[in-house]
């Protein structure tokens, strides 16, 4: 019982900064998204309704919402296997015994992760400029076509998507590689002892003893993209034709921009109940995964 | 409750105690981008003139200005007063936030209203009264290739949108396939919404109804979309423009509607040898000369300052010609009184000369808070519109629909305001 108190007592201040700063917030904004809270309740409350699920039936409702979900979706769909296989890739080539300057390449190819989002978007939107653009130009020296990649609305979320790579990849090959690293090269020399070549090497022994750091770079990768706001917001502005406007610069729009905020504050929990449903349905996968 | 008036009385008594009568009063300023800069160094004449006022400029940047307000006022932090864009006013209004001002300038002589441009003093005003000072004004107009344009077989800019299309038209056979006659970023609300401020009727109607579906918004539609969809203007978004002046001096297109911090750009970035290429000219209306957009920014007091006094004498002091002149040579911002355009570096200068053409016909945008919530719709589902040939006519109805649903709570709020003051005549 003392030893309860006691250990109660101790955990206090944690508990009540997180209560405060943490679970309050998160109550508040929920019983916010039942009103109709905008400009007009802020200069007085009694302009405040009290909507239900209003706000929720008009955002499904709304063809944007969906839109958004979709253009999300698509990122999600497009990046992340993309990003964790780059991230993989440079971490298999860094880790590599024939690679030099390793260091120097790790550092590099980290780089992006800590530069300033919206220098580097100015410069790639530079990149993919249709007329002057480098990428158009390399395109058009192995005879594609000009894309007109930020304009086109079915170019701007792949152009964004490899934005988002280049920018983020460096951070899970770091993850990555710190799971290289701890397997253990006997199971390279068994291996190779049985007749594996490097294939089935990576196939049979890498990528089954990387697989718990995999889950975890998923997990998050997936939990970060479903976050898709800053890209958009400096690169296209959520345009063309809203072909870029993601979940959160949905909500960003509405309740920082219009004021909106019960309406925000729906789409807020709407893409937390998302997230949620996903991540549970991730980890019941890999619990069967680990379980056979 | 209690303890507060008890703590507010404590430091009444406290500050009253350490008041001499040499204390100045610290007035705080919020003031943004260029103009924040600009304040900084008007401000010292104004502190000698009155030694007892201290001001403090605070500078935001554009982007984050809007945001900060808001939560500075939901905080209960806001200054004592600010730069206010005109199209943030009626928010800002309906927050409660703002000191009326009528009074204050009914006694003040050197705020001569009379002296102002009508539509602009209009725009700081709402249901009648008035919540800002006029400090420096932007309005949209052609920007435009008067070589090209010559080439083509005019001598003069359009006057009326018939004459506009025949030169559009006569330019891109001129400059041929990849050019263009015009831009209209489809990104940006304003070109379509100066349109739609040159027709008769107001997009927002006093109810807080959308009147978008009236055969004046839709021909200013009909128009803007028919540019871009025969190919006359490019369906882009100006972040696919690397580099606007470049490419208008390339003649990549001949008419640009823009405002008066492009003056400054177009003279430093367009090549010197080239800078007769260029003029500016008041925008072309329907049926002849046509309106624009009363933009800019007024000065604001907040209702829950206590230094209005102090602030008023600040705000009076930055309205006198001889400062608004000097304001325009720190920022190229154009002025929004008469007599300040009299001052010869104004008065020589042609190309800001269509810019006081255009300011004797600007209008207000719609004077609810939701306009830029509007208006941020109107462009999206015209852009979409661009993209596809849905007639102007269905294209406004979609705008009037969400218009509508954008409005309801205003509705709402009117409703219940209309019926109040008859439940007070029953009782």
């Given amino acids: ?243 870029t406007t993601s979940i959160l610069y949905l909500m960003f729009v509405q309740g920082f921009q219009f004021w909106n905020l019960g309406y925000a504050t729906a789409v807020a929990f709407v893409l937390f109940a998302i997230l949620f449903a996903l991540t549970l349905v991730q980890v019941r996968l890999s619990r069967r995964w680990s379980g056979q | 409750m209690k303890a507060r008036a008890l703590w507010a009385i404590v430091a009444a008594l406290l500050a009253g105690s350490c008041a001499k009568p040499g204390d100045r009063v610290t007035l705080t300023v919020w003031a943004m981008g260029a103009e924040g800069t600009a304040i900084v160094q008007l401000v010292p004449g104004f502190e000698k003139a009155n030694p007892g006022i201290k001001v403090d400029v605070e500078q935001l940047p554009f982007a984050e200005a809007h945001q900060k307000l808001l939560t500075g006022f939901a905080g209960d932090s806001l200054p004592d007063m600010a730069q206010l864009g005109n199209s943030w006013l009626p928010e800002f209004e309906a927050l409660g936030a703002l000191a009326p001002l009528d009074a204050r300038v009914a006694t003040t002589p050197a705020i001569d209203r009379r002296d102002y441009f009508p539509g602009i003093w209009d725009a700081s005003r709402i249901d009648g009264r008035l919540y800002g000072v006029p400090w420096y004004v932007d309005t949209r107009l052609l920007f435009y290739r008067r070589d090209l344009l010559k080439r083509a077989g005019f001598d003069h800019p359009p006057r009326d949108w018939a004459e506009w299309r025949r030169q559009m038209v006569a330019i891109k056979r001129l400059v041929g396939p990849g050019k263009f006659a015009a831009i209209f970023p489809l990104n940006e609300y304003e070109p379509l919404e100066v349109l739609g401020l040159q027709q008769p009727e107001p997009m927002v109607t006093a109810d807080a109804r959308a009147n978008f579906e009236n055969p004046g918004f839709e021909r200013a539609l009909a128009f803007y979309l028919g540019t871009v969809r025969s190919g006359l203007a490019p369906a882009i978004a100006n972040t696919e423009i690397a580099n606007i002046w470049d490419q208008f001096d390339r003649g990549d297109f001949s008419f640009y509607i823009t405002g008066p911090w ?127 040939d849905m007639p102007a006519a269905e294209v406004a109805a979609e705008i009037d629909r969400q218009a509508d649903a954008i409005l309801a709570k205003r509705r709402w709020m009117l409703e219940r305001e209309r019926k109040k003051p008859v439940a007070g005549a029953a009782s």
């Fill in chain 1, 1 to 243: 019982m003392r030893r309860s108190v006691a250990a109660w007592t101790l955990v206090a201040p944690a508990l009540i900064a997180l209560a405060m700063f943490f679970f309050l917030p998160i109550v508040a904004a929920l019983l916010l998204s039942f009103t109709d809270f905008d400009l007009y309740a802020l200069a007085d409350l009694h302009n405040l309704r009290f909507v239900g699920l209003g706000n929720y039936l008009t955002l499904l409702k709304t063809p944007l919402f969906w839109q958004a979900l979709g253009n999300t979706i698509e990122f999600v769909v497009l990046g992340v296997p993309l990003s964790i296989a780059t991230s993989l890739g440079a971490a298999l080539l860094i880790n590599s015994k024939l690679a030099r300057f390793r260091s120097i390449f790790r550092t590099i190819f980290f780089a992006p992760v800590v530069t300033t989002l919206v220098a580097v978007a100015v410069i790639w939107r530079y990149l993919f400029n249709t007329r002057f653009g480098v990428i158009n130009w390399l395109l058009g020296l192995i005879g594609l076509g000009p894309v007109d990649w930020l304009g086109s609305p079915h170019w701007a979320m792949p152009a964004i998507v490899i934005f988002a790579v280049w920018k983020n990849f460096g951070y899970n090959m770091i993850i990555l590689l710190a799971g290289l690293q701890t397997i253990p090269d006997d199971l390279y020399e068994a291996a190779r002892i049985d007749g594996a070549g490097p294939l089935a090497q990576f196939r049979h022994v890498t990528l089954p003893a990387l697989a718990p750091v995999m889950l975890v770079v998923s997990i998050l990768t997936m939990a970060a993209y479903f976050q898709l706001f800053a890209e958009p917001y400096v690169m296209t502005q959520g345009g063309p034709v809203q072909s």
């Fill in chain 2, 262 to 388: 492009q003056l400054d750009e177009f003279a430093k970035r367009i090549p010197a040898d080239r800078q007769d290429e260029w003029a500016t000219a008041p925008m072309p209306g329907p049926d002849g000369p046509g309106a624009s957009n009363a933009g800019g920014s007024s000065l604001v007091i907040f209702r829950r300052s206590d230094k209005q006094d102090a602030a008023w004498k600040l705000i009076a002091y930055l309205s006198t010609p001889e400062m608004e002149l000097r304001f325009h040579q720190l920022t190229g911002d154009l002025p929004p009184r008469r007599s300040t355009w009299r001052a010869p570096a104004l008065a020589g200068d042609a190309k800001a000369q269509a810019f006081l053409a255009q300011l004797q016909r600007v209008k207000p945008t719609p004077k609810v808070p939701e306009w830029e919530a509007i208006a941020t719709m109107m462009r999206t589902v015209t852009e979409a519109a661009a993209h596809n």
